[in-house]
Protein backbone atom coordinates (compact mmCIF):
# COMPACT_ATOMS: atom_id res chain seq x y z
CA UNK A 1 0.00 0.00 0.00
CA UNK A 2 2.94 2.24 1.00
CA UNK A 3 4.32 1.69 -2.72
CA UNK A 4 1.01 2.67 -4.64
CA UNK A 5 0.76 5.77 -2.01
CA UNK A 6 4.54 6.70 -3.18
CA UNK A 7 3.34 6.47 -7.03
CA UNK A 8 0.44 8.27 -6.85
CA UNK A 9 2.74 11.29 -4.93
CA UNK A 10 4.92 10.69 -7.70
CA UNK A 11 2.29 10.75 -10.54
CA UNK A 12 0.92 14.04 -9.24
CA UNK A 13 4.20 15.94 -8.86
CA UNK A 14 5.31 14.93 -12.07
CA UNK A 15 2.10 13.92 -14.29
CA UNK A 16 -0.92 16.05 -12.47
CA UNK A 17 -3.18 14.99 -15.13
CA UNK A 18 -2.35 11.48 -15.23
CA UNK A 19 -2.82 10.86 -11.57
CA UNK A 20 -5.94 13.35 -11.39
CA UNK A 21 -7.34 11.16 -14.70
CA UNK A 22 -6.64 7.64 -13.21
CA UNK A 23 -5.59 6.42 -16.37
CA UNK A 24 -2.58 4.30 -15.18
CA UNK A 25 -5.13 2.00 -12.73
CA UNK A 26 -7.06 2.32 -15.23
CA UNK A 27 -5.26 0.58 -17.82
CA UNK A 28 -3.52 -1.62 -15.71
CA UNK A 29 -7.24 -2.93 -14.55
CA UNK A 30 -8.18 -2.97 -18.01
CA UNK A 31 -5.59 -4.99 -19.35
CA UNK A 32 -5.93 -7.86 -16.73
CA UNK A 33 -9.72 -7.97 -17.03
CA UNK A 34 -8.82 -7.63 -21.35
CA UNK A 35 -6.66 -10.87 -20.69
CA UNK A 36 -9.48 -12.83 -18.53
CA UNK A 37 -11.91 -12.35 -21.24
CA UNK A 38 -9.05 -13.54 -23.64
CA UNK A 39 -8.57 -16.63 -21.49
CA UNK A 40 -12.53 -17.31 -21.38
CA UNK A 41 -12.46 -17.12 -25.32
CA UNK A 42 -9.66 -19.61 -25.63
CA UNK A 43 -10.93 -22.12 -23.77
CA UNK A 44 -15.18 -21.22 -24.21
CA UNK A 45 -15.10 -23.64 -27.58
CA UNK A 46 -12.60 -26.64 -26.02
CA UNK A 47 -15.69 -28.90 -26.31
CA UNK A 48 -15.87 -29.35 -29.82
CA UNK A 49 -19.87 -29.83 -29.60
CA UNK A 50 -19.70 -26.24 -29.38
CA UNK A 51 -18.77 -25.64 -32.64
CA UNK A 52 -22.06 -27.34 -34.19
CA UNK A 53 -24.45 -24.58 -33.51
CA UNK A 54 -25.70 -22.16 -35.88
CA UNK A 55 -23.82 -19.05 -36.10
CA UNK A 56 -21.11 -19.70 -33.22
CA UNK A 57 -19.22 -16.35 -33.61
CA UNK A 58 -22.31 -14.48 -32.13
CA UNK A 59 -22.23 -17.06 -28.98
CA UNK A 60 -20.35 -14.46 -27.27
CA UNK A 61 -24.14 -12.42 -27.48
CA UNK A 62 -26.41 -15.31 -27.26
CA UNK A 63 -24.62 -16.83 -24.27
CA UNK A 64 -25.06 -13.79 -21.79
CA UNK A 65 -21.55 -13.08 -22.32
CA UNK A 66 -22.25 -9.42 -23.65
CA UNK A 67 -24.44 -8.79 -19.78
CA UNK A 68 -21.07 -9.85 -17.74
CA UNK A 69 -18.98 -7.35 -20.63
CA UNK A 70 -21.64 -4.46 -20.28
CA UNK A 71 -22.20 -5.20 -15.87
CA UNK A 72 -17.49 -5.38 -15.49
CA UNK A 73 -17.90 -1.86 -17.95
CA UNK A 74 -20.18 0.00 -16.15
CA UNK A 75 -18.68 -0.77 -12.70
CA UNK A 76 -14.96 0.11 -13.68
CA UNK A 77 -16.79 3.33 -15.33
CA UNK A 78 -18.64 4.10 -12.10
CA UNK A 79 -15.43 3.69 -9.92
CA UNK A 80 -13.22 5.91 -12.32
CA UNK A 81 -15.53 8.42 -12.12
CA UNK A 82 -15.91 8.54 -8.34
CA UNK A 83 -12.77 8.33 -7.95
CA UNK A 84 -11.65 11.01 -10.96
CA UNK A 85 -14.69 13.55 -9.79
CA UNK A 86 -12.67 14.14 -6.41
CA UNK A 87 -10.73 16.37 -7.90
CA UNK A 88 -11.25 18.71 -10.85
CA UNK A 89 -8.39 21.24 -11.47
CA UNK A 90 -10.48 23.51 -14.29
CA UNK A 91 -13.03 23.88 -12.17
CA UNK A 92 -11.33 25.02 -9.05
CA UNK A 93 -9.24 27.66 -11.65
CA UNK A 94 -6.48 25.66 -11.53
CA UNK A 95 -4.33 26.98 -14.48
CA UNK A 96 -4.51 24.23 -17.23
CA UNK A 97 -2.88 24.56 -20.93
CA UNK A 98 -4.78 23.85 -24.12
CA UNK A 99 -2.59 20.89 -24.47
CA UNK A 100 -3.90 19.94 -20.69
CA UNK A 101 -6.87 20.08 -21.38
CA UNK A 102 -7.28 18.23 -24.48
CA UNK A 103 -4.74 15.59 -23.40
CA UNK A 104 -7.89 15.06 -20.07
CA UNK A 105 -10.03 14.19 -23.14
CA UNK A 106 -7.83 11.89 -25.02
CA UNK A 107 -7.25 10.17 -21.89
CA UNK A 108 -11.08 10.16 -21.25
CA UNK A 109 -11.41 8.48 -24.79
CA UNK A 110 -8.59 6.05 -23.71
CA UNK A 111 -9.83 5.08 -20.14
CA UNK A 112 -13.93 4.36 -21.85
CA UNK A 113 -12.47 2.56 -24.38
CA UNK A 114 -10.15 0.23 -23.04
CA UNK A 115 -12.99 -0.49 -20.24
CA UNK A 116 -15.46 -1.47 -23.10
CA UNK A 117 -13.69 -3.46 -25.66
CA UNK A 118 -13.60 -7.14 -23.82
CA UNK A 119 -15.34 -8.58 -26.86
CA UNK A 120 -12.13 -8.03 -29.08
CA UNK A 121 -10.01 -9.92 -25.92
CA UNK A 122 -12.49 -12.80 -26.26
CA UNK A 123 -12.69 -13.03 -29.90
CA UNK A 124 -8.82 -13.06 -30.41
CA UNK A 125 -8.63 -15.99 -27.50
CA UNK A 126 -11.66 -17.97 -29.42
CA UNK A 127 -9.68 -17.06 -33.04
CA UNK A 128 -6.09 -18.35 -31.56
CA UNK A 129 -8.04 -21.16 -30.52
CA UNK A 130 -9.56 -22.18 -33.43
CA UNK A 131 -6.33 -21.63 -35.47
CA UNK A 132 -4.34 -23.62 -32.97
CA UNK A 133 -6.59 -26.78 -32.61
CA UNK A 134 -7.97 -26.70 -36.33
CA UNK A 135 -5.02 -26.01 -38.58
CA UNK A 136 -5.36 -25.15 -41.94
CA UNK A 137 -3.52 -27.52 -43.88
CA UNK A 138 -5.59 -30.18 -41.62
CA UNK A 139 -8.40 -29.20 -41.86
CA UNK A 140 -8.09 -29.01 -46.30
CA UNK A 141 -7.21 -32.92 -45.74
CA UNK A 142 -10.08 -33.61 -43.62
CA UNK A 143 -13.06 -31.29 -46.05
CA UNK A 144 -11.73 -33.36 -48.72
CA UNK A 145 -12.03 -36.95 -47.01
CA UNK A 146 -15.17 -35.37 -45.60
CA UNK A 147 -16.90 -34.69 -49.41
CA UNK A 148 -15.56 -38.24 -50.91
CA UNK A 149 -16.67 -40.28 -48.11
CA UNK A 150 -20.37 -37.91 -47.72
CA UNK A 151 -20.99 -40.07 -51.14
CA UNK A 152 -21.99 -43.19 -49.59
CA UNK A 153 -23.82 -41.59 -46.33
CA UNK A 154 -26.94 -42.04 -48.33
CA UNK A 155 -28.90 -39.80 -46.24
CA UNK A 156 -31.32 -38.39 -49.13
CA UNK A 157 -32.51 -40.27 -52.05
CA UNK A 158 -32.83 -37.16 -53.93
CA UNK A 159 -28.81 -37.16 -54.26
CA UNK A 160 -28.53 -40.53 -56.08
CA UNK A 161 -31.11 -39.67 -59.04
CA UNK A 162 -29.94 -39.83 -63.04
CA UNK A 163 -29.69 -36.05 -63.11
CA UNK A 164 -26.77 -35.38 -61.04
CA UNK A 165 -24.68 -37.70 -62.60
CA UNK A 166 -22.29 -35.50 -63.72
CA UNK A 167 -19.18 -38.06 -64.47
CA UNK A 168 -17.80 -39.13 -67.11
CA UNK A 169 -19.08 -37.03 -69.87
CA UNK A 170 -22.17 -35.46 -68.23
CA UNK A 171 -20.67 -32.17 -66.90
CA UNK A 172 -21.22 -29.91 -69.80
CA UNK A 173 -24.74 -31.11 -70.27
CA UNK A 174 -27.96 -30.11 -69.09
CA UNK A 175 -30.61 -32.30 -67.69
CA UNK A 176 -34.04 -31.18 -68.44
CA UNK A 177 -36.81 -33.09 -66.06
CA UNK A 178 -40.09 -30.97 -66.80
CA UNK A 179 -42.43 -32.93 -68.33
CA UNK A 180 -43.34 -30.40 -70.55
CA UNK A 181 -40.45 -29.76 -71.39
CA UNK A 182 -39.33 -33.48 -72.88
CA UNK A 183 -39.20 -33.84 -76.40
CA UNK A 184 -40.39 -37.73 -76.50
CA UNK A 185 -39.44 -38.10 -80.04
CA UNK A 186 -35.64 -37.97 -79.09
CA UNK A 187 -33.96 -40.19 -76.51
CA UNK A 188 -35.17 -40.03 -72.80
CA UNK A 189 -34.77 -41.65 -70.03
CA UNK A 190 -37.30 -43.02 -67.01
CA UNK A 191 -37.54 -43.78 -63.60
CA UNK A 192 -40.94 -44.17 -61.78
CA UNK A 193 -42.28 -40.67 -61.64
CA UNK A 194 -38.82 -39.36 -63.13
CA UNK A 195 -38.28 -38.50 -66.24
CA UNK A 196 -34.49 -37.18 -67.62
CA UNK A 197 -33.54 -35.96 -70.72
CA UNK A 198 -29.98 -34.19 -71.87
CA UNK A 199 -29.48 -31.82 -73.70
CA UNK A 200 -26.22 -29.82 -75.19
CA UNK A 201 -25.86 -25.97 -74.35
CA UNK A 202 -24.82 -22.76 -75.98
CA UNK A 203 -24.26 -19.87 -74.60
CA UNK A 204 -23.99 -15.96 -75.13
CA UNK A 205 -21.94 -13.40 -73.40
CA UNK A 206 -23.55 -9.79 -72.75
CA UNK A 207 -21.50 -7.02 -71.45
CA UNK A 208 -24.88 -4.50 -71.97
CA UNK A 209 -26.67 -3.57 -69.50
CA UNK A 210 -29.65 -1.49 -68.60
CA UNK A 211 -30.07 2.08 -66.53
CA UNK A 212 -30.56 -0.14 -63.17
CA UNK A 213 -27.11 -2.21 -63.45
CA UNK A 214 -29.25 -5.31 -65.17
CA UNK A 215 -28.09 -7.41 -68.13
CA UNK A 216 -30.15 -7.59 -70.96
CA UNK A 217 -31.35 -10.31 -72.62
CA UNK A 218 -29.51 -11.84 -75.76
CA UNK A 219 -31.65 -10.71 -78.65
CA UNK A 220 -33.58 -13.29 -81.01
CA UNK A 221 -33.13 -16.07 -78.24
CA UNK A 222 -35.91 -17.44 -76.51
CA UNK A 223 -36.73 -17.17 -72.29
CA UNK A 224 -38.20 -20.83 -72.34
CA UNK A 225 -34.67 -22.03 -73.97
CA UNK A 226 -32.87 -20.29 -70.95
CA UNK A 227 -31.54 -22.66 -68.38
CA UNK A 228 -28.45 -20.58 -66.42
CA UNK A 229 -27.15 -17.15 -65.84
CA UNK A 230 -23.57 -16.56 -64.83
CA UNK A 231 -23.29 -12.80 -63.82
CA UNK A 232 -19.82 -11.28 -63.06
CA UNK A 233 -19.38 -7.57 -62.95
CA UNK A 234 -18.72 -7.02 -66.38
CA UNK A 235 -19.73 -9.79 -68.49
CA UNK A 236 -23.28 -11.88 -67.80
CA UNK A 237 -23.01 -15.45 -69.79
CA UNK A 238 -26.53 -16.61 -70.52
CA UNK A 239 -26.93 -20.75 -71.17
CA UNK A 240 -29.29 -22.16 -73.79
CA UNK A 241 -30.58 -25.80 -74.82
CA UNK A 242 -29.19 -27.20 -78.22
CA UNK A 243 -30.18 -30.42 -79.11
CA UNK A 244 -30.47 -33.01 -77.28
CA UNK A 245 -27.66 -35.79 -76.63
CA UNK A 246 -28.22 -39.54 -76.01
CA UNK A 247 -26.30 -40.70 -72.70
CA UNK A 248 -27.34 -44.15 -72.88
CA UNK A 249 -23.67 -45.38 -73.24
CA UNK A 250 -22.78 -44.12 -69.60
CA UNK A 251 -25.60 -45.33 -67.80
CA UNK A 252 -26.73 -48.65 -66.76
CA UNK A 253 -29.73 -47.77 -64.97
CA UNK A 254 -31.80 -44.86 -64.54
CA UNK A 255 -32.73 -45.86 -60.89
CA UNK A 256 -30.69 -44.61 -57.66
CA UNK A 257 -27.32 -45.28 -57.38
CA UNK A 258 -23.87 -44.41 -56.27
CA UNK A 259 -22.47 -43.48 -59.75
CA UNK A 260 -24.96 -40.46 -60.10
CA UNK A 261 -23.57 -38.88 -56.51
CA UNK A 262 -21.89 -35.45 -57.10
CA UNK A 263 -22.90 -33.57 -54.33
CA UNK A 264 -20.24 -31.08 -52.02
CA UNK A 265 -20.68 -31.46 -48.23
CA UNK A 266 -18.66 -28.60 -47.79
CA UNK A 267 -16.80 -26.00 -50.08
CA UNK A 268 -14.62 -24.09 -47.96
CA UNK A 269 -14.82 -20.75 -50.20
CA UNK A 270 -19.39 -21.55 -49.60
CA UNK A 271 -21.29 -23.30 -47.36
CA UNK A 272 -22.05 -26.16 -49.81
CA UNK A 273 -24.95 -28.96 -48.97
CA UNK A 274 -28.31 -28.96 -49.53
CA UNK A 275 -28.33 -28.20 -53.22
CA UNK A 276 -30.03 -30.93 -55.00
CA UNK A 277 -29.63 -32.39 -58.78
CA UNK A 278 -27.53 -30.88 -61.71
CA UNK A 279 -29.84 -29.02 -63.19
CA UNK A 280 -28.08 -25.23 -64.11
CA UNK A 281 -30.89 -23.37 -62.67
CA UNK A 282 -30.60 -24.26 -59.31
CA UNK A 283 -30.89 -22.55 -56.49
CA UNK A 284 -27.09 -21.16 -55.48
CA UNK A 285 -25.34 -22.72 -58.76
CA UNK A 286 -25.13 -18.84 -59.49
CA UNK A 287 -23.02 -18.20 -57.07
CA UNK A 288 -21.07 -21.02 -57.05
CA UNK A 289 -20.13 -21.23 -60.27
CA UNK A 290 -18.34 -18.19 -60.26
CA UNK A 291 -16.21 -20.22 -57.85
CA UNK A 292 -15.68 -23.22 -59.86
CA UNK A 293 -18.34 -25.03 -58.10
CA UNK A 294 -19.37 -27.35 -60.79
CA UNK A 295 -15.57 -28.58 -61.52
CA UNK A 296 -15.68 -29.38 -58.21
CA UNK A 297 -18.54 -31.41 -58.47
CA UNK A 298 -17.18 -33.04 -61.33
CA UNK A 299 -14.39 -34.15 -59.14
CA UNK A 300 -16.46 -35.88 -56.57
CA UNK A 301 -18.48 -37.52 -59.04
CA UNK A 302 -14.58 -39.13 -60.98
CA UNK A 303 -13.39 -39.86 -57.41
CA UNK A 304 -16.51 -42.11 -56.66
CA UNK A 305 -16.70 -43.55 -59.92
CA UNK A 306 -13.05 -44.48 -59.68
CA UNK A 307 -13.76 -45.80 -56.33
CA UNK A 308 -16.84 -47.71 -57.24
CA UNK A 309 -14.76 -49.22 -60.50
CA UNK A 310 -12.36 -50.74 -58.36
CA UNK A 311 -14.68 -52.87 -56.22
CA UNK A 312 -12.89 -53.34 -53.41
CA UNK A 313 -14.91 -53.27 -50.23
CA UNK A 314 -11.45 -52.91 -47.66
CA UNK A 315 -10.27 -49.84 -49.66
CA UNK A 316 -14.13 -48.29 -49.39
CA UNK A 317 -14.18 -49.28 -45.74
CA UNK A 318 -10.61 -47.38 -45.25
CA UNK A 319 -12.37 -44.50 -46.59
CA UNK A 320 -15.32 -44.93 -44.07
CA UNK A 321 -12.74 -45.63 -41.18
CA UNK A 322 -11.02 -41.87 -41.62
CA UNK A 323 -14.56 -40.07 -42.18
CA UNK A 324 -15.54 -41.77 -38.94
CA UNK A 325 -12.33 -40.49 -36.64
CA UNK A 326 -12.35 -37.21 -38.44
CA UNK A 327 -16.31 -37.50 -36.85
CA UNK A 328 -14.99 -38.56 -33.79
CA UNK A 329 -12.49 -35.75 -33.64
CA UNK A 330 -15.11 -32.84 -34.07
CA UNK A 331 -17.88 -34.65 -31.91
CA UNK A 332 -20.15 -35.68 -34.23
CA UNK A 333 -23.12 -37.75 -32.96
CA UNK A 334 -23.37 -41.56 -34.96
CA UNK A 335 -23.49 -45.07 -34.47
CA UNK A 336 -21.91 -46.02 -37.61
CA UNK A 337 -19.27 -48.13 -38.15
CA UNK A 338 -16.31 -48.56 -40.89
CA UNK A 339 -17.24 -52.57 -41.76
CA UNK A 340 -21.16 -53.07 -41.43
CA UNK A 341 -21.33 -49.27 -43.30
CA UNK A 342 -18.99 -50.64 -46.25
CA UNK A 343 -21.17 -54.02 -46.64
CA UNK A 344 -24.70 -51.56 -46.27
CA UNK A 345 -22.50 -49.96 -49.87
CA UNK A 346 -21.24 -52.66 -51.44
CA UNK A 347 -22.85 -54.02 -54.33
CA UNK A 348 -20.61 -54.95 -56.88
CA UNK A 349 -23.27 -55.49 -59.74
CA UNK A 350 -24.62 -52.09 -60.16
CA UNK A 351 -24.34 -50.01 -56.57
CA UNK A 352 -27.81 -49.20 -56.58
CA UNK A 353 -28.66 -47.58 -52.99
CA UNK A 354 -30.18 -50.20 -50.88
CA UNK A 355 -30.07 -48.35 -47.64
CA UNK A 356 -30.57 -44.76 -46.30
CA UNK A 357 -29.19 -43.61 -43.07
CA UNK A 358 -30.96 -41.33 -40.93
CA UNK A 359 -30.19 -37.68 -40.15
CA UNK A 360 -30.87 -37.61 -36.46
CA UNK A 361 -30.99 -40.39 -33.80
CA UNK A 362 -35.28 -41.83 -32.99
CA UNK A 363 -36.15 -42.93 -29.95
CA UNK A 364 -38.17 -46.47 -29.54
CA UNK A 365 -41.43 -46.25 -31.39
CA UNK A 366 -40.79 -42.87 -32.77
CA UNK A 367 -41.32 -42.43 -37.00
CA UNK A 368 -38.58 -40.99 -38.62
CA UNK A 369 -38.94 -38.09 -40.53
CA UNK A 370 -36.12 -35.77 -42.06
CA UNK A 371 -38.29 -32.88 -42.41
CA UNK A 372 -39.56 -32.81 -39.04
CA UNK A 373 -36.38 -32.58 -36.68
CA UNK A 374 -36.75 -33.31 -33.18
CA UNK A 375 -36.50 -30.62 -30.41
CA UNK A 376 -32.76 -29.05 -30.41
CA UNK A 377 -32.57 -30.20 -34.51
CA UNK A 378 -30.04 -27.25 -36.03
CA UNK A 379 -30.87 -28.53 -39.35
CA UNK A 380 -31.92 -25.28 -41.74
CA UNK A 381 -33.33 -26.97 -44.97
CA UNK A 382 -36.62 -29.00 -45.99
CA UNK A 383 -35.99 -31.45 -48.88
CA UNK A 384 -38.65 -33.67 -50.42
CA UNK A 385 -38.68 -37.83 -50.43
CA UNK A 386 -42.45 -38.64 -49.58
CA UNK A 387 -44.02 -37.86 -53.20
CA UNK A 388 -47.35 -39.10 -54.46
CA UNK A 389 -47.47 -42.00 -57.33
CA UNK A 390 -49.63 -39.81 -58.90
CA UNK A 391 -46.76 -36.62 -59.14
CA UNK A 392 -44.22 -35.19 -61.64
CA UNK A 393 -41.32 -32.91 -60.57
CA UNK A 394 -41.30 -30.31 -62.58
CA UNK A 395 -37.96 -28.46 -62.06
CA UNK A 396 -37.64 -29.16 -58.12
CA UNK A 397 -41.37 -28.83 -57.76
CA UNK A 398 -44.20 -31.63 -56.94
CA UNK A 399 -46.75 -31.77 -59.77
CA UNK A 400 -50.26 -33.44 -59.48
CA UNK A 401 -50.27 -35.12 -63.19
CA UNK A 402 -51.09 -38.84 -62.65
CA UNK A 403 -52.15 -38.40 -66.38
CA UNK A 404 -48.82 -37.38 -67.93
CA UNK A 405 -46.40 -39.38 -66.12
CA UNK A 406 -48.38 -42.47 -67.30
CA UNK A 407 -47.57 -41.42 -70.81
CA UNK A 408 -43.67 -42.42 -69.86
CA UNK A 409 -44.39 -44.84 -67.51
CA UNK A 410 -47.20 -46.73 -68.31
CA UNK A 411 -46.66 -49.03 -65.40
CA UNK A 412 -45.81 -46.58 -62.68
CA UNK A 413 -48.90 -47.87 -60.77
CA UNK A 414 -47.22 -51.31 -60.19
CA UNK A 415 -43.90 -49.82 -58.96
CA UNK A 416 -42.87 -49.51 -55.50
CA UNK A 417 -42.85 -45.66 -55.20
CA UNK A 418 -39.81 -43.57 -54.17
CA UNK A 419 -41.20 -42.51 -50.62
CA UNK A 420 -41.90 -46.11 -49.38
CA UNK A 421 -38.82 -47.45 -51.03
CA UNK A 422 -36.93 -45.11 -48.78
CA UNK A 423 -39.07 -46.19 -46.07
CA UNK A 424 -38.65 -49.63 -46.17
CA UNK A 425 -34.81 -49.29 -46.47
CA UNK A 426 -34.60 -46.70 -43.61
CA UNK A 427 -32.10 -48.26 -41.51
CA UNK A 428 -31.63 -47.78 -37.09
CA UNK A 429 -28.05 -45.88 -37.99
CA UNK A 430 -27.60 -42.44 -37.46
CA UNK A 431 -24.93 -39.05 -38.29
CA UNK A 432 -25.68 -36.07 -37.48
CA UNK A 433 -24.08 -34.65 -40.81
CA UNK A 434 -25.56 -31.11 -40.60
CA UNK A 435 -23.92 -30.49 -36.77
CA UNK A 436 -20.61 -31.48 -39.36
CA UNK A 437 -21.67 -28.93 -42.03
CA UNK A 438 -22.20 -26.47 -38.69
CA UNK A 439 -18.51 -27.47 -37.23
CA UNK A 440 -17.05 -26.92 -40.79
CA UNK A 441 -18.50 -23.61 -41.80
CA UNK A 442 -17.53 -22.01 -38.29
CA UNK A 443 -14.57 -23.31 -37.96
CA UNK A 444 -13.66 -21.37 -41.06
CA UNK A 445 -15.71 -18.15 -40.46
CA UNK A 446 -13.61 -18.00 -37.05
CA UNK A 447 -10.34 -17.93 -38.54
CA UNK A 448 -11.32 -15.99 -41.57
CA UNK A 449 -13.31 -12.76 -40.07
CA UNK A 450 -11.92 -9.64 -39.48
CA UNK A 451 -14.06 -9.21 -35.60
CA UNK A 452 -11.94 -5.91 -34.81
CA UNK A 453 -13.09 -3.76 -38.98
CA UNK A 454 -15.96 -5.09 -38.48
CA UNK A 455 -17.12 -4.21 -34.61
CA UNK A 456 -14.24 -1.47 -33.69
CA UNK A 457 -16.36 1.40 -35.23
CA UNK A 458 -19.23 0.95 -32.76
CA UNK A 459 -16.93 0.84 -29.71
CA UNK A 460 -14.51 4.09 -30.97
CA UNK A 461 -17.81 6.40 -31.03
CA UNK A 462 -19.46 5.25 -27.91
CA UNK A 463 -16.23 5.80 -26.42
CA UNK A 464 -16.07 9.26 -28.21
CA UNK A 465 -19.34 10.35 -27.18
CA UNK A 466 -18.90 9.35 -23.41
CA UNK A 467 -15.82 11.25 -23.43
CA UNK A 468 -17.22 14.58 -24.78
CA UNK A 469 -19.91 13.62 -22.39
CA UNK A 470 -17.45 13.35 -19.43
CA UNK A 471 -15.48 16.55 -20.95
CA UNK A 472 -18.07 18.70 -20.37
CA UNK A 473 -19.61 17.72 -17.10
CA UNK A 474 -15.92 18.19 -16.12
CA UNK A 475 -15.71 22.00 -17.71
CA UNK A 476 -18.93 23.18 -17.41
CA UNK A 477 -20.42 21.36 -14.73
CA UNK A 478 -23.84 19.33 -14.46
CA UNK A 479 -26.32 21.87 -14.52
CA UNK A 480 -25.05 23.23 -17.92
CA UNK A 481 -24.86 20.07 -19.31
CA UNK A 482 -28.51 19.23 -18.28
CA UNK A 483 -29.89 22.47 -19.96
CA UNK A 484 -27.37 20.91 -23.03
CA UNK A 485 -29.36 17.38 -23.32
CA UNK A 486 -32.74 19.15 -23.00
CA UNK A 487 -32.03 22.08 -25.44
CA UNK A 488 -31.02 19.14 -28.20
CA UNK A 489 -34.60 17.08 -27.42
CA UNK A 490 -36.19 20.31 -28.10
CA UNK A 491 -33.95 21.39 -31.15
CA UNK A 492 -34.31 17.94 -32.41
CA UNK A 493 -38.03 17.92 -31.84
CA UNK A 494 -38.33 21.32 -33.57
CA UNK A 495 -36.64 20.32 -36.62
CA UNK A 496 -38.53 17.00 -37.06
CA UNK A 497 -42.15 19.07 -36.59
CA UNK A 498 -41.04 22.28 -38.94
CA UNK A 499 -40.01 19.19 -41.84
CA UNK A 500 -42.86 17.70 -41.37
CA UNK A 501 -44.83 20.57 -41.91
CA UNK A 502 -43.14 21.56 -45.22
CA UNK A 503 -43.37 17.96 -46.58
CA UNK A 504 -47.59 18.55 -46.25
CA UNK A 505 -47.14 21.82 -47.55
CA UNK A 506 -44.62 21.14 -50.74
CA UNK A 507 -46.53 18.07 -51.57
CA UNK A 508 -43.81 15.78 -50.47
CA UNK A 509 -40.99 16.88 -52.66
CA UNK A 510 -37.25 17.92 -51.37
CA UNK A 511 -37.69 17.41 -47.93
CA UNK A 512 -34.72 15.34 -47.57
CA UNK A 513 -32.84 18.72 -48.41
CA UNK A 514 -35.32 21.22 -46.14
CA UNK A 515 -34.23 19.17 -43.15
CA UNK A 516 -30.92 18.53 -43.90
CA UNK A 517 -29.99 22.21 -44.59
CA UNK A 518 -32.34 23.07 -41.93
CA UNK A 519 -30.30 21.62 -39.55
CA UNK A 520 -27.05 22.63 -40.83
CA UNK A 521 -28.30 26.00 -40.37
CA UNK A 522 -28.73 25.55 -37.00
CA UNK A 523 -26.15 23.80 -36.42
CA UNK A 524 -23.90 26.10 -37.90
CA UNK A 525 -25.58 28.74 -35.78
CA UNK A 526 -24.86 26.74 -32.67
CA UNK A 527 -20.93 26.55 -33.71
CA UNK A 528 -20.53 30.04 -34.35
CA UNK A 529 -22.44 31.59 -31.24
CA UNK A 530 -19.62 31.13 -28.81
CA UNK A 531 -17.03 32.21 -31.26
CA UNK A 532 -18.57 35.06 -32.16
CA UNK A 533 -20.70 36.25 -29.23
CA UNK A 534 -19.62 34.28 -26.38
CA UNK A 535 -19.65 37.64 -24.20
CA UNK A 536 -22.92 38.94 -24.90
CA UNK A 537 -24.66 36.37 -23.49
CA UNK A 538 -24.90 34.92 -20.30
CA UNK A 539 -22.35 32.70 -19.06
CA UNK A 540 -24.68 29.36 -18.24
CA UNK A 541 -26.48 29.89 -21.97
CA UNK A 542 -23.18 30.27 -23.82
CA UNK A 543 -22.04 26.75 -22.07
CA UNK A 544 -24.93 25.51 -23.14
CA UNK A 545 -23.64 26.90 -26.60
CA UNK A 546 -20.44 25.14 -25.82
CA UNK A 547 -21.36 21.61 -24.47
CA UNK A 548 -24.14 21.30 -27.83
CA UNK A 549 -20.81 22.26 -30.54
CA UNK A 550 -18.33 19.58 -28.05
CA UNK A 551 -20.88 16.72 -28.60
CA UNK A 552 -22.11 17.54 -31.95
CA UNK A 553 -19.20 18.91 -33.97
CA UNK A 554 -18.76 15.36 -35.56
CA UNK A 555 -22.54 14.65 -36.40
CA UNK A 556 -22.28 18.51 -38.19
CA UNK A 557 -19.16 17.04 -39.89
CA UNK A 558 -21.72 13.96 -40.92
CA UNK A 559 -24.66 15.83 -41.70
CA UNK A 560 -22.17 18.01 -44.61
CA UNK A 561 -21.50 14.51 -46.36
CA UNK A 562 -25.22 13.74 -45.95
CA UNK A 563 -25.91 16.87 -48.16
CA UNK A 564 -23.32 16.34 -50.32
CA UNK A 565 -24.46 12.63 -51.30
CA UNK A 566 -28.36 14.19 -52.14
CA UNK A 567 -26.62 16.47 -53.94
CA UNK A 568 -24.82 13.74 -56.34
CA UNK A 569 -28.07 11.13 -55.92
CA UNK A 570 -29.68 14.73 -57.64
CA UNK A 571 -27.06 15.55 -59.97
CA UNK A 572 -27.24 11.45 -61.50
CA UNK A 573 -31.12 11.31 -61.86
CA UNK A 574 -31.10 14.89 -63.37
CA UNK A 575 -28.10 13.35 -65.99
CA UNK A 576 -29.98 9.97 -66.20
CA UNK A 577 -26.35 8.43 -64.60
CA UNK A 578 -27.04 4.58 -64.59
CA UNK A 579 -27.90 3.81 -60.88
CA UNK A 580 -24.56 1.72 -60.44
CA UNK A 581 -22.34 3.78 -61.68
CA UNK A 582 -23.32 7.01 -59.51
CA UNK A 583 -21.82 6.37 -56.17
CA UNK A 584 -22.14 9.02 -53.65
CA UNK A 585 -19.32 10.31 -51.40
CA UNK A 586 -20.57 8.29 -48.67
CA UNK A 587 -20.32 5.26 -50.51
CA UNK A 588 -17.18 5.30 -51.97
CA UNK A 589 -15.93 6.55 -48.53
CA UNK A 590 -17.42 3.80 -46.71
CA UNK A 591 -16.07 2.58 -43.25
CA UNK A 592 -13.54 5.15 -43.85
CA UNK A 593 -15.86 7.84 -43.07
CA UNK A 594 -15.60 6.70 -39.76
CA UNK A 595 -12.35 7.26 -39.20
CA UNK A 596 -12.56 10.38 -41.44
CA UNK A 597 -15.15 12.02 -38.65
CA UNK A 598 -13.45 10.54 -35.53
CA UNK A 599 -9.83 12.43 -36.78
CA UNK A 600 -12.26 15.37 -37.31
CA UNK A 601 -13.67 15.43 -34.00
CA UNK A 602 -10.31 15.22 -32.26
CA UNK A 603 -8.98 17.91 -34.01
CA UNK A 604 -11.73 19.80 -33.57
CA UNK A 605 -11.65 19.16 -29.59
CA UNK A 606 -7.69 20.38 -29.48
CA UNK A 607 -8.83 23.66 -31.33
CA UNK A 608 -12.16 24.55 -28.88
CA UNK A 609 -10.03 23.76 -25.77
CA UNK A 610 -9.28 27.47 -25.99
CA UNK A 611 -12.82 28.50 -26.57
CA UNK A 612 -13.43 26.20 -23.84
CA UNK A 613 -10.72 28.22 -21.69
CA UNK A 614 -12.25 31.39 -23.04
CA UNK A 615 -15.87 30.61 -21.29
CA UNK A 616 -14.02 29.55 -17.74
CA UNK A 617 -12.55 32.90 -17.48
CA UNK A 618 -15.85 34.95 -17.77
CA UNK A 619 -17.39 36.13 -14.91
CA UNK A 620 -20.42 34.23 -13.32
Not at 162 to 185: A, H, M, Q, S
Amino acid sequence: MQKINQFNRYLLEKYPTVWNTKIVWMLLAGIVIHLLFFIIGYVSHANPASMQGMSVKNDYFKDGMIFIHLIISVLLIVAWLIMMFRNNAFKNFYPLSRGRLFLQFVQYFVIILISTTFYFSYMAGFKMFVRNKYPDAQMAENVKIINQANAFLSQSLEYYTLDNRIFPGFDELYCETDLDKIDRNKKYFVYYNRVYQYYSLYSKKISRKDRYGNFVFPEGEKRNRLVDTQRGTDVCIYFFKKDVVDMSPYINTTGLTYFNFSEIFYDREGRAGGYTGSSRNNEGDEEYARKNYRQKRSEISRLTAELLKKKDTAELEKLMKKFLDISGQFGIRNNLDAKNWAKMVYAPDDFKVRYFIKKYETSYGEKYDPNNLPEGGTYDYTETVAIDSAAAVVDGVVVNDSVQIRQFNPDIQSQLSLAQYFKNNTTGYYYYSQNLQDFLYNVDVIKSSDFFSENIHIYLWIAFFLSTMVFSFRTTGLKSLLFSIISAGVLTLAIVLISVLFSVSAGRTNTGFFASYLTLFIGSAILLIPLLFMRSVKKIISSVFINLSVNGFTLYVLLIFIIISLHQDQLCNEQNIKVYQCRTIIEVLNFNLSYILLACGFIFMYLYTAVVQKWKAMPQ
